[in-house]
DNA sequence: AACGTAAATGTTATATTATAACATAACCAT
DNA sequence: ATGGTTATGTTATAATATAACATTTACGTT
């Protein structure tokens, strides 16, 4: 389902990536938010609120939902973070510096969630928006089907 | 915020449109779904599950969730009715036999859902599915942001 | 009409997802 | 150290959605 050559270093970079950017715009990378995020690399793909929380409170008892949505809110409103709404999941963002308008390709057999950029998307969702006064704030693009690996193209 | 002439009219045209697809389809427009998407198109615009529960209450005692959403369900399917994901709420299509893949331009000030159809936006979607040798089951374009009436644009 | 079947709805209970409200603790600038 | 701000802990509950099984309804066949 996913292709990094060593994952903990895919987990690593991304913990790593965060707190940096966190650095640089003066925000608290805390532990409860890397413990978070960190989950979420981990699972390599989308993974649910409650999902989180059951894993952590295996490492640390007395962890709640509101905290773990308070750390995906952090998350996600930073970036680091996207959460899909046909799946009430969130996923770690591949390039949380890079990322403008992506969209997510979900595949309904295995679950993966390939983010991707694609111009033509970003310029057609411009242009409509640009024709209807419209002012965009957050677009949210979720295609589902079969990926090539489970489709058994080659 | 929605600028039929006469509403009355566009809810009963719905209804009426609804009524020959199911018929041509040999589907069933039964009571529970006929008044479940009266209320969806009453409201015209995103509407929630159970305040079309609570309405539905008010005229039918013993009206349950599932009942609500087994309908919601049957509207969808038959694409009467658009899940907006991330709102978790629901609309009447506009436009039930054109419908292709569509997007919402979703005012987060008025709570308007415009539902627009753009062959440019079709087009890179398709193609960029296509380049990923992924086949595409569902399509969710989701745009939130201000729209024109509420940005005061002439 | 009576029967059999499948589809739809009723009903009860519960699962899943998310937030409100307030208390405490940690952090940071002065 | 003090005070303000941000983050987390804690309790409770709101909001969204489905599982499981019982009953009713629609409808074609006998
Ligand atoms: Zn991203
Ligand atoms: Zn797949
Ligand atoms: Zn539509
Ligand atoms: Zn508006």
Known sequence: ??????HSDCIAEALQRAEDICDARGLRFTD???KVLEL??????????YDILD??????????????Y????FLTENGLVHKINSLNAFVGCGHPLKHRECYFLI???CGEAKECCNLDIVDAVAKTSWRNQFEIKNVTLEITGECSDCRGVH
């Not at 699972?43 to 609120?49: C, D, E, F, L, T």
């Open 32 to 34: 409860v938010r890397r």
């Open 107 to 109: 595949c309904s057999d």
């Open 1 to 6: 389902m996913h292709n990094c050559t060593t």
């Open 55 to 68: 894993q952590l409170d295996q490492r640390i008892a007395s962890i709640k939902p509101p905290t773990v």
């Open 70 to 73: 308070r750390a995906l809110d």
């Open 40 to 49: 979420v690399w981990q699972s390599h793909g989308p993974i649910k609120a």
